[in-house]
């Protein structure tokens, strides 16, 4: 206890994080400090190992994978923490620091993934296992197997030149991943447009107006007559993060303004500083003579070699049975918009635009099934949400969640904590942050969910719990009104959780694969998706849609409408997946400098069996492909439709059994929990899978359940 309260609060490495105490100064001071520690530590290892090696002594598990274990665990807690921050408190003075550090954290997991002395020592217990002398379990397995693995993908069998090649790209990469995502980000927060007459402002709701009006307070823009913003008077300040730029394209009447926030949103970073083309063919080039450093003809089969997925071949498979699917679906729903526009006597009726396309399907979808998305937002407040969403775990897992605000700092006075305990014995068994609202300017866009500890055993043997962040970018609360949700919003708070479930319901033993570790990126989709479909099931989402005011039950009609809104534009939505996967797919697999085509020629090139509507001249969507350019999913996009057969399968064997069968859905959802929540990492992706669902997995249920079937 006493030692460590005296370390510093970034060098702790256990325990809850005490983010207020942590500044970026500490960081550039105490990350040399802890690499130092780590490096001279890992030395000691690596003696250690080549004394046992060089010997004809046997080798056991603990001399090697757990010494190796902690030395990762201490850098993760530290270097997790400070990429935290990065994510969702940025500042100048964060970015700077974390970018400093960014080349020696990266250059020490390199030494880690390249020690001769380990690989050798892995090699070492796979061939005493082989030989029968070394009795491993099945995780154990798996966590030598993926190992190796790592290691031969980040070099380790590479020599001399080669190696410091490898070596030097990896850095580059890393800090080439950093920039262009702050070029996106820079390029998002960069744009804005004041708007200050009513007409400027015709169809919006009233929560954009609000938010606009509250974005127009925060720049400090005054009313012509010096007032402060408001709702009703404007000005209004319009930008190109989500929460501001969705709504705006699907509510504004005004054409000219949806295609001035088009054309910039789909711009961003394709010109000036902020330029990321460069980037793009630098980092492909990068990666492909990495692949081709590591005996592969691509960095698509280095992606594919640790996934579910077998070959490119496959992924191509799957996405054609997708496309022809969803192509024509796609080209039926185009053309219902434009007869939409044409009974509303609007211009362009014959020649839709990418920036119609929002509008007009909200407006059809009004007609269709009067529903206005925007009007159920007060049946979604975020505590009921949230209550029924516990509620759901409750009934699925056996699980209790509870408040525990206060128990655990936070880095912002909206980020709330929880504990979550197993309803059999009432123990704690995992605890998580919620940081539910978006703060432009300062937090990354989107939602994930990561971990802030795993489970594992401390230095004295007790366990340590699991604890989840979970980060959503929602409207925030306005005046006394609480934070109400779209629909989508708590989709996406369901697909988050479904990830943190994953980590905190783990019973895996071994850190190395515990909760989502060691999970394949193509399987790591399967909770989260799963969870989403909840929100479509009557008992889940009657249970926790209530009117903030009134208190009032979402009107059985409204559910209906929810449900048949669910496959509306769905195979536009399937298709546009099916864009992205692609387009990833191929750059990774196809493209090089020597096809004479760039990335975004190659991309138009694919749009034209991909898109209804082709990308207009300004659209350089690659240069905010944050995902594949500044996140881990190059030449893993395809990942989410892949999991996605896996979520939608898994989730009709609940539909099987009778979504109103209470006993039986228990029953599968403890099952669901003993499996797929629980295993994580320690089996492969196909032996869970099956332990749930008694079979292999089949498309069927994605297909129907995304309304393709009828085409
Ligand atoms: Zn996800």
Not at 636 to 653: I, N, P, Q, T
């Amino acid at each position: 206890m006493s030692a460590s309260l005296l370390s510093p609060p970034l060098l702790r490495g256990e325990g809850l994080p005490d983010f207020p105490a942590i500044t970026p100064e500490q960081v550039r001071q105490q990350i040399p400090l802890l690499l130092q520690e780590l490096n001279a530590g890992l030395s000691d290892l690596e003696d250690g190992l080549n004394l046992t090696l060089g010997s004809s002594e046997p080798l056991g598990w603990s001399q090697v994978m757990d010494p190796l274990q902690r030395l990762g665990e201490r850098l993760r807690w530290s270097w997790g923490v400070v990429s935290h921050l990065n994510g969702v408190c940025n500042s100048p003075e964060l970015r700077e620091a974390h970018r400093s550090q960014q080349g020696a954290v990266v250059a020490f997991g390199n030494r880690v993934g390249q020690s001769r002395s380990i690989y050798h020592a892995l090699k070492r217990l796979q061939e005493q296992h082989r030989a029968g002398s070394l009795p491993l379990d099945p995780t154990q397995e798996r966590i030598l197997e993926a190992e190796l693995l790592d290691m031969q993908l980040r070099g380790v069998a590479l020599e001399g030149e080669a190696q410091a090649a490898f070596n030097t790209a990896s850095e580059e990469l890393a800090e080439l991943a950093t920039r262009f995502g702050n070029h996106v980000l820079d390029a998002t927060n960069g744009w804005s447009l004041a708007l200050n007459s009513t007409e400027e402002v015709d169809g919006l709701p009233e929560s954009l107006r609000q938010l606009l009006a509250q974005a127009a307070r925060d720049a400090g823009l005054k009313a012509a007559d010096g007032s402060e913003p408001s709702a009703e008077k404007g000005p209004w300040l319009l930008g190109l993060d989500m929460p501001r730029a969705m709504p705006f394209l699907k509510y504004s009447r005004r054409r000219d303004l949806r295609e001035r926030l088009y054309k910039a949103q789909v711009s961003r970073a394709s010109s000036g500083d902020l330029d990321n083309s460069p980037l793009i063919e630098r980092i492909l080039t990068l990666k492909r003579e990495q692949a081709a450093r590591l005996g592969y003809a691509t960095w698509a089969e280095v992606s594919l070699a640790s996934k579910m997925a077998d070959s490119v071949d496959a992924v191509e498979r799957l996405l054609e049975d997708l496309r022809a699917a969803a192509y024509p679906a796609a080209q039926r729903e185009l053309k219902a918009l434009a007869a939409c526009a044409e009974r509303h006597g609007a211009a362009e009726a014959g020649e839709l635009k990418p920036w119609d396309v929002s509008f007009w399907a909200e407006v059809l979808r009004r007609e269709s099934f009067d529903l206005h998305g925007e009007a159920l937002r007060p049946w979604f407040p975020l505590p009921r949400v949230l209550d029924g969403l516990f509620a759901l775990c409750g009934r699925l897992f056996a699980i209790r969640i509870e408040a525990a605000d206060g128990e655990a700092p936070v880095w912002h006075p909206d980020v709330r904590f929880f504990r979550v305990f197993d309803a059999a014995n009432d123990k704690a068994i995992a605890g998580f942050y919620l940081d539910p609202y978006s703060r432009p300017g300062s937090k990354r866009g989107g939602a994930w969910m990561d971990d802030c500890l795993g489970r594992s055993r401390d230095a004295a043997g007790h366990p340590v719990l699991p604890v989840a962040y979970l980060i959503c970018n929602q409207s925030p609360p306005v005046g006394d009104t609480p934070s109400l949700m779209t629909f989508e919003e708590v989709e996406t708070l369901f697909h988050e959780f479904g990830h943190g479930l994953q980590h905190m319901l783990t019973t895996v033993e071994r850190p190395e694969a515990a909760g989502i570790n060691h999970v394949e990126w193509d399987a790591v989709e399967l909770p989260s998706q799963f969870m989403e479909n909840w929100c479509y099931d009557r008992s889940t989402l009657l249970g926790m849609a209530r009117h903030w005011q009134s208190g009032q039950p979402l009107p059985e009609a409204e559910f209906a409408k929810l449900l048949a809104a669910r496959t509306f534009m769905g195979g536009s939505a399937t298709l546009r997946q099916v864009h992205f996967a692609l387009v990833d797919l191929r750059l990774h697999s196809a493209w090089s400098p020597a096809t004479g085509l760039s990335p975004e020629a190659l991309r138009r090139q694919i749009a034209t069996t991909t898109t209804v509507l082709p990308p207009i001249p300004e659209d350089s969507f690659l240069c905010a492909f944050s995902h594949i350019f500044a996140g881990g999913y190059s030449a893993g996009y395809y990942s989410y439709k892949w999991a996605e057969v896996l979520s939608a399968d898994a989730f009709s064997a609940f539909e099987e059994v009778g979504l109103e069968n209470e006993p039986e859905v228990q029953s599968t959802g403890r099952r669901f929990r003993d499996t797929v929540l629980s295993l994580g990492g320690s089996r492969s992706p196909s032996e869970v899978f099956e332990a749930f669902r008694g079979r292999e997995p089949s498309a069927e249920a994605l297909i129907r359940h995304s309304g393709l079937l009828a085409a």
